[in-house]
């Protein structure tokens, strides 16, 4: 066992903060800590991960993947998490970096950790998020019969005052209601029971929701909810969920008694569907992906499906604390 050094015995206050009380980070980081599978992440990972030779040994794993995921819940750039690291004693113990003894990873070494997961050949972001979901099953968080499908708009720079004056050529614009937007488009599916998503899709902004919908089904669904952007998909459904009952809202046409009873219905229906907001604002609002950070839909897909599994395993929290 490593002897603490002073600045670790610093870190962690007891005798040099008296009246130090946890903050809403420690608690978060904390709780984030216990219920995080490491093991099997890093596991995900490690076949791909650089090896000791002759050269600098590489840092940890689970280190660097402690690292990226704080890069996740506090929307920080590589830099910005290295920065974040050195002033922040929470973010410090979390990572398990004693500055007496050792630096903290520079934002290039995290740069090169994630263009590892970010690499096509292996797509590890999904395979992270696909053993996220995997261990949650093993935890009883078992997918039901019922999934809700919806997809929301991750903006991207719309401006042309770069070096080769034009936009990403990946992303693409769309309207919605009134107003256009610039970007691309998550679509996910979720659990009609447990509000946990089962499968993603990142595309275009300017490709339609129904798309996705084969790829968004596991195929056992009873019953399928969205919002009236997948109305009258009843073969795409189909095609991937023979036995689904299609539950998505209805456009309303003129006012009569027969469209306020599609309202009530469209009521009814919403207050499943709505389950699947949830999940985007846990990935939107308090993991800060309303942006994109990163050129191209790669790099950027992988940024979703790893907030995707944190996602889940964060709205999992009391289930897997209990």
Same mark, same amino acid.
């Given at each position: 066992?490593?002897?603490?050094?002073?600045?670790?015995?610093?870190?962690?206050?007891?005798?040099?903060?008296?009246?130090?009380?946890?903050?809403?980070?420690?608690?978060?980081?904390? $709780?984030?800590?216990?219920?995080?599978?490491?093991?099997?992440?890093?596991?995900?990972?490690?076949?791909?991960?650089?090896?000791?030779?002759?050269?600098?040994?590489?840092?940890?794993?689970?280190?660097?993947?402690?690292?990226?995921?704080?890069?996740?819940?506090?929307?920080?750039?590589?830099?910005?998490?290295?920065?974040?690291?050195?002033?922040?004693?929470?973010?410090?113990?979390?990572?398990?970096?004693?500055?007496?003894?050792?630096?903290?990873?520079?934002?290039?070494?995290?740069?090169?950790?994630?263009?590892?997961?970010?690499?096509?050949?292996?797509?590890?972001?999904?395979?992270?998020?696909?053993?996220?979901?995997?261990?949650?099953?093993?935890?009883?968080?078992?997918?039901?019969?019922?999934?809700?499908?919806?997809?929301?708009?991750?903006?991207?720079?719309?401006? $042309?005052?770069?070096?080769?004056?034009?936009?990403?050529?990946?992303?693409?614009?769309?309207?919605?209601?009134?107003?256009?937007?610039?970007?691309?488009?998550?679509?996910?599916?979720?659990?009609?029971?447990?509000?946990?998503?089962?499968?993603?899709?990142? $595309?275009?902004?300017?490709?339609?929701?129904?798309?996705?919908?084969?790829?968004?089904?596991?195929?056992?669904?009873?019953?399928?909810?969205?919002?009236?952007?997948?109305?009258?998909?009843?073969?795409?459904?189909?095609?991937?969920?023979?036995?689904?009952?299609?539950?998505?809202?209805?456009?309303?046409?003129?006012?009569?008694?027969?469209?306020?009873?599609?309202?009530?219905?469209?009521?009814?229906?919403?207050?499943?569907?709505?389950?699947?907001?949830?999940?985007?604002?846990?990935?939107?609002?308090?993991?800060?992906?309303?942006?994109?950070?990163?050129?191209?839909?790669?790099?950027?897909?992988?940024?979703?499906?790893?907030?995707?599994?944190?996602?889940?395993?964060?709205?999992?929290?009391?289930?897997?604390?209990?």
């Amino acid at each position: 066992m490593k002897q603490a050094t002073l600045a670790a015995a610093a870190d962690q206050g007891a005798e040099f903060e008296r009246f130090r009380r946890p903050t809403r980070r420690d608690v978060f980081l904390q $709780t984030m800590d216990s219920i995080v599978p490491w093991a099997e992440l890093c596991g995900v990972i490690e076949p791909h991960y650089p090896k000791a030779g002759k050269g600098r040994p590489p840092i940890g794993l689970e280190r660097m993947l402690r690292m990226y995921f704080v890069q996740h819940w506090f929307n920080l750039a590589d830099e910005a998490c290295e920065e974040a690291l050195l002033d922040s004693t929470a973010l410090r113990r979390f990572v398990g970096i004693d500055l007496g003894r050792e630096r903290v990873p520079d934002g290039t070494t995290l740069l090169k950790f994630r263009r590892l997961l970010e690499d096509d050949k292996h797509k590890l972001g999904a395979a992270l998020f696909a053993k996220v979901g995997e261990v949650l099953q093993g935890k009883g968080m078992k997918v039901g019969t019922g999934t809700i499908v919806d997809a929301t708009i991750i903006s991207a720079p719309s401006s $042309t005052k770069n070096d080769k004056r034009e936009r990403d050529p990946e992303m693409h614009q769309t309207q919605k209601g009134q107003q256009w937007f610039f970007g691309l488009k998550l679509h996910i599916g979720v659990d009609s029971k447990t509000g946990l998503a089962h499968s993603a899709v990142v $595309t275009a902004a300017n490709v339609h929701d129904k798309h996705a919908i084969p790829q968004l089904l596991h195929g056992a669904e009873q019953k399928v909810y969205g919002d009236s952007a997948y109305a009258s998909q009843q073969e795409l459904i189909a095609s991937k969920a023979p036995q689904a009952r299609d539950r998505t809202n209805r456009r309303i046409g003129a006012a009569g008694i027969a469209a306020d009873m599609e309202r009530i219905v469209n009521r009814i229906k919403s207050k499943v569907r709505s389950r699947v907001e949830h999940m985007f604002a846990v990935v939107k609002r308090q993991w800060g992906f309303n942006k994109v950070r990163y050129k191209g839909l790669a790099k950027n897909a992988t940024r979703a499906f790893v907030a995707l599994g944190l996602a889940n395993i964060y709205m999992a929290r009391k289930h897997l604390v209990g």
